[in-house]
């Protein structure tokens, strides 16, 4: 493995330096991690429509954010997504992530994303396992 494949840099979801990542960015805001993404034709499974796997990277890649911003190193355990709608190509999506719930070390989580006017696409409830002490 290359050093740069090494680097938190090049993580497929947020990392910057990935030439193939989804390159996300987030924000914290009123306790969760938020982000923007606009789906492009690459990311496409069915004509016009997001690729599910890629619809889960972004519900997962939210709740871990949730838990970076919070100094909380932790893996996905398990996870539960509901497609509620088909996730359009080319349209502005919001993407966010936060907790609900902690006991011992297992981190009970939500994401979402949602399209136009806050409508909810897909939803994610997870279960993160700390691997780590908090910072």
Not at 20 to 31: H, P, Q, V, W
Request: aromatic share 12%.
């Amino acid at each position: 493995m290359d050093e740069e494949e090494k680097s938190p840099n090049y993580c497929f979801a947020c990392g910057k330096d990935n030439p193939y990542g989804l390159k996300l960015e987030f924000s914290y805001i009123n306790e969760e991690a938020v982000a923007e993404f606009t789906a492009r034709p690459e990311h496409q499974g069915y004509p016009g429509v997001m690729h599910g796997g890629l619809i889960v990277t972004l519900l997962d890649e939210a709740m871990a954010q949730w838990l970076s911003f919070n100094g909380v190193r932790a893996v996905t355990a398990e996870m539960s997504i509901k497609f509620k709608k088909p996730v359009p190509i080319g349209v502005p999506l919001t993407v966010k992530g936060k907790m609900i719930y902690k006991k011992r070390k297992i981190y009970e989580m939500e994401g979402y994303v949602f399209g136009p006017e806050e409508q909810i696409l897909a939803f994610a409830v997870a279960k993160f396992w700390q691997t780590e002490g908090e910072k």
